[in-house]
């Protein structure tokens, strides 16, 4: 099959989650002899590579503002896909399902994973608001297919629209506990030795909350806040601001320092309260964390008993649960057991693959 990856940032992963699903799925299924075009955007990479890890890439440039970023670069990809003769064309996020279209002028068929509900997020105004809540009905029509990541997602397109979805997972690298344990030490904190938080850092991840609650909590232990967002700069130098100095901003971190700091961190806490499946919690379970999560479906659907849950924005039962975890270090022991034996039952990168690639032949076969 001929199958192209629209509506990421691309690959190499430098991002987000839906990059490293780019990166993974897409790798997985070159290696199993399909053509596997990825879109990327110019702005964020220094280097324009032509092929990684036998997937082929074409950059192209967007409109490179808050609101334009993603729906102009995923029109150019979409049109250039066209002369591509793809059999199929992944759009990944509802935001670009207006132009789910223009692939099936090339005889393609359309496959979109909608993410979460992108209108619920902080970081969008009114009028972005609207144009997402209008991009979602067309995500429920236009596709041949829909595939959702969470059974809430796709409870939710069946409710609202009357459109059933194909339920997929998202995947989970395992990597054993204490991997790249050397690396730490150039970041500053001890293996077992601090909380990991990894996310964009936009309002609706909640990254201020955790920040509030960690300065409540009593220990030496340090709080890790990686992550990073473009457009958001008013927002990061307000988490940056506390004089809590257990606190500390590395930035966006990936790779071998990454797996490092998932593989080595006491706990994983994620307080995010919009969109769907969030991939970190999956890749902190995948290297054995006990992860400690905000209670909306989203997360109690990934996690189910495998780990801790808080009340959503609640700060004060943020930091007593993470005050629990710090005394109880045999709770935190078999919960991150019981993480591991999660990621590796439901969130196997290799089954993933296997789903997406029948998904991908009863359409093309349809």
């Not at 199993?32 to 075009?37: A, D, E, P, V």
């Not at 990454?258 to 379970?285: K, W």
């Not at 849950?309 to 991150?336: C, S, T, W, Y």
Request: glycine letters at 8%.
């Amino acid at each position: 099959m001929r199958i192209a990856f629209i509506g990421t940032r691309g690959v190499p992963a430098n991002y987000g989650g839906f990059e490293t699903f780019v990166e993974q799925l897409g790798a997985r299924l070159a290696d199993r002899g399909h053509y596997i075009t990825v879109y990327c955007r110019n702005a964020y990479y220094e280097e324009l590579l032509t092929s990684y890890r036998g997937m082929h890439l074409v950059h192209l440039s967007g409109i490179h503002t808050k609101h334009l970023d993603s729906i102009s670069h995923s029109a150019k990809a979409s049109i250039h896909s066209v002369r591509q003769r793809n059999d199929l064309a992944l759009y990944c996020g509802s935001g670009s399902s207006p132009l789910c279209w223009i692939p099936r002028l090339g005889g393609a068929k359309v496959v979109l994973n909608p993410d979460g509900l992108e209108w619920q997020r902080a970081k969008w105004g009114r009028a972005a608001r609207l144009y997402l809540r209008v991009a979602e009905q067309f995500a429920a029509r236009i596709p041949h297919c829909l595939v959702a990541d969470s059974n809430v997602i796709r409870d939710y397109y069946r409710e609202r629209y009357g459109r059933e979805s194909r339920f997929v997972a998202y995947g989970a690298d395992r990597i054993p506990r204490g991997t790249n344990r050397e690396l730490l030490e150039s970041l500053g904190v001890e293996p077992e030795k601090y909380f990991l938080f990894v996310s964009r850092l936009e309002p609706e991840n909640n990254a201020h909350l955790v920040v509030k609650a960690f300065e409540q909590v009593n220990t030496d232990m340090t709080m890790m806040m990686v992550g990073d967002a473009p457009f958001a700069n008013e927002y990061i130098a307000q988490l940056k601001s506390t004089s809590d100095n257990r606190i500390k901003f590395p930035g966006a971190i990936y790779g071998t320092e990454y797996d490092a700091l998932r593989a080595n961190a006491y706990v994983y806490v994620n307080a995010m309260e919009v969109g769907g499946t969030h991939p970190a919690i999956l890749e902190a379970m995948g290297a054995g964390n006990c992860v400690l999560v905000s209670d909306i479906a989203y997360n109690t659907e990934a996690v189910a008993d495998a780990g801790a849950h808080f009340k959503n924005r609640d700060v004060d039962d943020l930091a007593a649960n993470m005050q629990e975890l710090i005394d109880d270090p045999e709770r935190v022991r078999q919960l991150g057991k019981l993480a591991a034996e999660r990621a590796e039952t439901c969130y196997d990168w290799d089954k993933i693959t296997d789903d997406y690639e029948c998904c991908f032949n009863e359409i093309i076969a349809n």
